[in-house]
């Protein structure tokens, strides 16, 4: 695997499979992202943006854990494969985690997480149909 790192922000490509994936943050506000391979060539190229805004806008969100003043901590698990995805990461969940329920409904919600919407309405198909 190989790495890319900045102050609060890291990516790793993975060249046997073909997959980038990153992080923002750390501790008690972590987000994981699965990003395109250009995303990951650009992140530290002078001129090219801050990484975290390229992570954010062009990647898919797989997990976040919020730990901040404006409420109680919580972790969204938008991709239950994250730990397959980014076996590099240290994620350490902070309270409650939102179920299947409230996570689909926040995809299909928020803008920002358009890109999570294809996988998570297979994960609910699939589970109605074990229902």
């Known amino acids: 695997?190989?790495?890319?790192?900045?102050?609060?922000?890291r990516c790793c490509y993975d060249p046997e499979t073909?997959?980038?994936?990153?992080?923002?943050?750390?501790?008690?506000?972590h987000d994981l992202y699965e990003i395109p391979k250009e995303i990951y060539d650009l992140?530290?190229?002078?001129?090219?943006?801050?990484?975290?805004?390229?992570?954010?806008?062009r990647g898919r969100h797989l997990y976040m854990t919020v730990n901040d003043r404006c409420g109680p901590?919580?972790?969204?698990i938008l991709d239950v494969d994250y730990r397959k995805l980014c076996p590099w990461a240290k994620t350490v969940p902070t309270g409650a985690i939102l179920d299947e329920d409230?996570?689909?409904?926040?995809?299909?919600?928020?803008?920002?997480?358009?890109?999570?919407?294809?996988?998570?309405?297979?994960r609910k198909a699939a589970r109605e149909k074990k229902s």
């Open 43 to 57: 992140v530290n190229t002078p001129g090219a943006g801050s990484p975290e805004d390229l992570i954010r806008r």
């Open 102 to 122: 409230l996570t689909d409904e926040a995809v299909e919600l928020f803008a920002s997480e358009a890109n999570n919407r294809a996988q998570r309405r297979a």
């Open 73 to 76: 901590p919580y972790t969204v």
């Open 18 to 29: 073909g997959l980038c994936t990153a992080e923002i943050g750390g501790g008690c506000n």
């Open 1 to 9: 695997m190989e790495f890319k790192t900045g102050k609060g922000w």
